[in-house]
């Protein structure tokens, strides 16, 4: 019984930055990723890490963005800096390409101009 708890959103200004920070319950950070839902398109990969580590992020973001582990609190951060408008959404965290453990709330985030 995995439980992925999102936290961390909130509305910022164009150029802001918001942590957020994906809690697992019950289960290992192992292929833990940040997911989105900007409204009109699917949800889609935000960013991970890929079989040696290395961090995987969706187009646009590299430089801004960052992702974490934190073991003592059990999560999968991510630092997002300079933020844009257009990356308003939902953001989620899964495991695995999303949808191996059931999707939590996600946490919203707002960027205004």
């Known amino acids: 019984q995995v439980q992925l708890v999102e936290s961390g959103g909130g509305l910022v200004q164009a150029g802001g930055s918001l942590r957020l920070s994906c809690e697992v319950s019950g289960g290992s950070l192992d292929g833990i990723g940040w997911y989105r839902q900007i409204p009109g398109r699917s949800r889609e990969l935000v960013a991970r890490w890929g079989i040696l580590g290395d961090p995987i992020f969706v187009e646009d973001v590299r430089g801004r963005f960052a992702i974490f582990k934190d073991n003592i609190k059990n999560s999968v951060d991510l630092q997002m800096d300079n933020l844009k408008p257009a990356e308003s959404g939902l953001h989620s965290c899964?495991?695995?390409?999303?949808?191996?453990?059931?999707w939590g709330r996600g946490t919203q985030v707002t960027v205004s101009s």
């Open positions: 899964n495991r695995d390409s999303g949808g191996f453990y059931p």
